[in-house]
Structures are given as structure tokens and as C-alpha cells.
């Protein structure tokens, strides 16, 4: 796949399925993103993994991406700035900031419809070869016909642009946006619902195999309980990396209560059934196995011959053994004999 990308730049989907919700797949030149769909035109962009990313890493960015070509209710949800916006006003502050902002005064030289029309012939200069040479007119209708198909809140865009001249920081807003875009409100718990899945959960814990049940299961209630807080994010990144750095941003930048309440129920949802599964074993025990397992080493009372109990057991001294069976107890246990600890 990845080689016809590279050599053709696009693959067609004339004859598939997918047809209804893909035109076609493009090589993609945005570093930001593994994938990304346009729902106007139905194409769908995949970037060249990076140094440590993975084949699943790109999987769960199309994933993601391909939930909003099935979204119902996106068209009736209020129309949003996108990260390409975003990304757009961010390059244009920067690469022209001492132009489009007074230096005595820190206030924008210019109205919302002249920056957007500024950045917007920036981007085009820089993205189309030609340009340059094209007459006047054209400029103007490719410029006014990007930013009708591109730019959906001007507003916003401006607001962008007000902020980082006020010294926000570009990857700050940049998070608050996408986390607070209303069209990514369901995507983003699907794809937490994905990453902190029971088998996720039961991944982390297989690594531990050494470790009694009980200590993991309550160091992962433990960090569940605070997932906002730092001191137990290297618990929640071991479980799954992207899902740490999704919840992080999730719960420091939504503005929507319900969103957030949401985030404890789907992930606590998936560790409870990661944990019926975790305890199966022992929850499916016979209760009278159970009984009889946790009395196996008491001592025998009555008038049965008593059974050595496992304070008596430790007393022993194996360097000055006295008698007979206190000897052959010793002898036994030197050569690898195992010996229940309970009683």
C-alpha cells in the first residue's frame, strides 16, 4: 500500500465498497497527522510513520478519522474551527507577526476579513507552484473559493490569531480547540473506549505476573481514582501511551462537564469488565474447593494423629534438628520439598 502511495500519489476506489465513504486515498503532507478525512469530498489522507510509530498507531488515527464519515448528527452540530484552521493561523502569526501586530501597543493591525484574506494568499503561495503568475482575478477567486470551502468560523480564526499575539502558547491552543471541537465529541471517547479497553488493561497486568492480583488491581484503582493527576500518569501511559495523552488533554482542556463525566464511566466501564475477567478464575472456584483449600494446612485435632502447624514448622531449626522427624522434615525440605504456608 505504502509503496503505491508513493509511486501514484492517490489510490482510486472505483469499484469498492468503501466507495460510499472514501473516494480515494492520498499520500499526505501534513506532519501533524497519521490520517486525515475530508467529508466534503471523501478523501482520506495517510501520512509515512515516523521513528516508533507503529502500524497500530496509524490504524487508530483512520479509525478515528473514518467515525466521522459515518457521523449522523455531524451536520446538525454547530460548525467548528478545524486543526487545519488552527495550524493555518498559527503559521501566519509566526512567519508574520512583526508585520500583522503593533509593536507599541500589542493590538492586531488589521481587521478579521484582511488576516484571513492575508494568511489565506500566504498558504496559497506556498502550496500552488504557479501562483504567482496567475492574473489578479485569478488569485482573488482561488483565495475567496479556499477560504468559503476552508475557513468555517472566521471568528475563531481571528480569535487564534488575538491570542497567540497575547503569548498563549500555539500547542495549548491548538489541544483546547480539538478537545472542545463538538464534531470530535464522540470520536474522542470512542477512541478512549478503544485504548483503555479490558485487554488493554489486561496487557498491562500480564507484564506483572510476578505480582500478587491484588496489589495491581489496586494500583490501577488507585490511578483511576486520579487519572488527572501527574503522579500516576506513568501507570496510565504503561497501559497505553496515545489513551494517557488523550486523557490528560481531555480533562484539562474540555469545557463540557458532561464530556469529562463521561471520560471516568467509559474508561472505569472497561476496567470493571477487564476485572471480572482478571478474577474469573478464583470467582468460578467451588465454595467448599475454596473452604477446603484455605483449611489444607491447619493442624489435625481430636483424636487424629496432629498435623505439624505452620508456626511449628518455622520453629524448626534445620542446623540442630531433634528427633526423628523433625530430621527426615529437614532432609525433605533440603531437597526441594514444598511446604503450604497457611495453617
Same mark, same amino acid.
Given at each position: 500500500?505504502?509503496?503505491?502511495?508513493?509511486?501514484?500519489?492517490?489510490?482510486?476506489?472505483?469499484?469498492?465498497?468503501?466507495?460510499?465513504?472514501?473516494?480515494?486515498?492520498?499520500?499526505?503532507?501534513?506532519?501533524?497527522?497519521?490520517?486525515?478525512?475530508?467529508?466534503?469530498?471523501?478523501?482520506?489522507?495517510?501520512?509515512?510513520?515516523?521513528?516508533?510509530?507503529?502500524?497500530?498507531?496509524?490504524?487508530?488515527?483512520?479509525?478515528?478519522?473514518?467515525?466521522?464519515?459515518?457521523?449522523?448528527?455531524?451536520?446538525?452540530?454547530?460548525?467548528?474551527?478545524?486543526?487545519?484552521?488552527?495550524?493555518?493561523?498559527?503559521?501566519?502569526?509566526?512567519?508574520?507577526?512583526? !508585520?500583522?501586530?503593533?509593536? $507599541?501597543?500589542?493590538? /492586531?493591525?488589521? %481587521?478579521? *476579513?484582511? +488576516?484571513?484574506?492575508?494568511?489565506? &494568499?500566504?498558504?496559497?503561495?506556498?502550496?500552488?507552484?504557479?501562483?504567482?503568475?496567475?492574473?489578479?482575478?485569478?488569485?482573488?477567486?482561488?483565495?475567496?473559493?479556499?477560504?468559503?470551502?476552508?475557513?468555517?468560523?472566521?471568528?475563531?480564526?481571528?480569535?487564534?490569531?488575538?491570542?497567540?499575539?497575547?503569548?498563549?502558547?500555539?500547542?495549548?491552543?491548538?489541544?483546547?480547540?480539538? !478537545?472542545?471541537?463538538?464534531? $470530535?465529541?464522540?470520536? /474522542?471517547?470512542? %477512541?478512549? *473506549?478503544? +485504548?483503555?479497553?479490558?485487554?488493554? &488493561?489486561?496487557?498491562?497486568?500480564?507484564?506483572?505476573?510476578?505480582?500478587?492480583?491484588?496489589?495491581?488491581?489496586?494500583?490501577?484503582?488507585?490511578?483511576?481514582?486520579?487519572?488527572?493527576?501527574?503522579?500516576?500518569?506513568?501507570?496510565?501511559?504503561?497501559?497505553?501511551?496515545?489513551?494517557?495523552?488523550?486523557?490528560?488533554?481531555?480533562?484539562?482542556?474540555?469545557?463540557?462537564?458532561?464530556?469529562?463525566?463521561?471520560?471516568?464511566?467509559?474508561?472505569?466501564?472497561?476496567?470493571?469488565?477487564? +476485572?471480572?475477567?482478571?478474577?474469573?478464575?478464583?470467582?468460578?472456584?467451588?465454595?467448599?474447593?475454596?473452604?477446603?483449600?484455605?483449611?489444607?494446612?491447619?493442624?489435625?485435632?481430636?483424636?487424629?494423629?496432629?498435623?505439624?502447624?505452620?508456626?511449628?514448622?518455622?520453629?524448626?531449626?534445620?542446623?540442630?534438628?531433634?528427633?526423628?522427624?523433625?530430621?527426615?522434615?529437614?532432609?525433605?525440605?533440603?531437597?526441594?520439598?514444598?511446604?503450604?504456608?497457611?495453617?
Amino acid at each position: 500500500m505504502w509503496y503505491r502511495l508513493a509511486a501514484f500519489g492517490t489510490i482510486d476506489l472505483p469499484k469498492s465498497k468503501l466507495r460510499e465513504y472514501i473516494s480515494y486515498f492520498k499520500l499526505s503532507n501534513n506532519p501533524e497527522a497519521l490520517a486525515s478525512y475530508n467529508r466534503r469530498t471523501k478523501e482520506t489522507k495517510l501520512s509515512n510513520l515516523k521513528p516508533g510509530q507503529t502500524i497500530d498507531d496509524l490504524a487508530q488515527n483512520l479509525r478515528h478519522e473514518l467515525r466521522h464519515a459515518v457521523d449522523k448528527g455531524y451536520e446538525h452540530r454547530p460548525k467548528w474551527i478545524s486543526n487545519f484552521e488552527v495550524g493555518l493561523a498559527t503559521k501566519f502569526f509566526f512567519r508574520y507577526k512583526n !508585520i500583522i501586530v503593533d509593536s $507599541e501597543t500589542g493590538e /492586531l493591525k488589521y %481587521d478579521q *476579513d484582511r +488576516l484571513i484574506y492575508l494568511m489565506v &494568499f500566504d498558504f496559497m503561495r506556498s502550496s500552488m507552484a504557479n501562483f504567482d503568475s496567475l492574473p489578479d482575478f485569478a488569485k482573488n477567486h482561488l483565495i475567496y473559493k479556499t477560504i468559503d470551502e476552508n475557513i468555517k468560523r472566521p471568528d475563531q480564526v481571528l480569535e487564534v490569531i488575538k491570542r497567540l499575539a497575547d503569548g498563549e502558547s500555539h500547542k495549548d491552543l491548538a489541544s483546547e480547540y480539538y !478537545i472542545n471541537n463538538p464534531q $470530535e465529541y464522540t470520536t /474522542l471517547l470512542s %477512541d478512549l *473506549d478503544d +485504548l483503555f479497553s479490558p485487554q488493554a &488493561f489486561m496487557r498491562y497486568v500480564n507484564q506483572f505476573d510476578f505480582m500478587k492480583k491484588q496489589s495491581l488491581i489496586n494500583a490501577l484503582r488507585y490511578a483511576l481514582s486520579k487519572m488527572s493527576a501527574s503522579e500516576v500518569y506513568a501507570v496510565l501511559n504503561d497501559i497505553n501511551a496515545e489513551a494517557a495523552n488523550l486523557l490528560v488533554h481531555i480533562l484539562r482542556f474540555t469545557k463540557n462537564e458532561n464530556m469529562r463525566r463521561n471520560v471516568y464511566r467509559v474508561v472505569n466501564e472497561n476496567f470493571q469488565e477487564f +476485572l471480572t475477567e482478571y478474577l474469573k478464575e478464583e470467582s468460578t472456584q467451588p465454595d467448599q474447593f475454596k473452604e477446603a483449600k484455605k483449611g489444607y494446612n491447619a493442624p489435625r485435632t481430636g483424636k487424629m494423629k496432629k498435623r505439624w502447624s505452620t508456626k511449628y514448622k518455622g520453629s524448626i531449626n534445620c542446623s540442630n534438628p531433634k528427633g526423628f522427624s523433625q530430621k527426615q522434615y529437614c532432609k525433605r525440605k533440603r531437597s526441594g520439598g514444598k511446604y503450604k504456608t497457611e495453617g
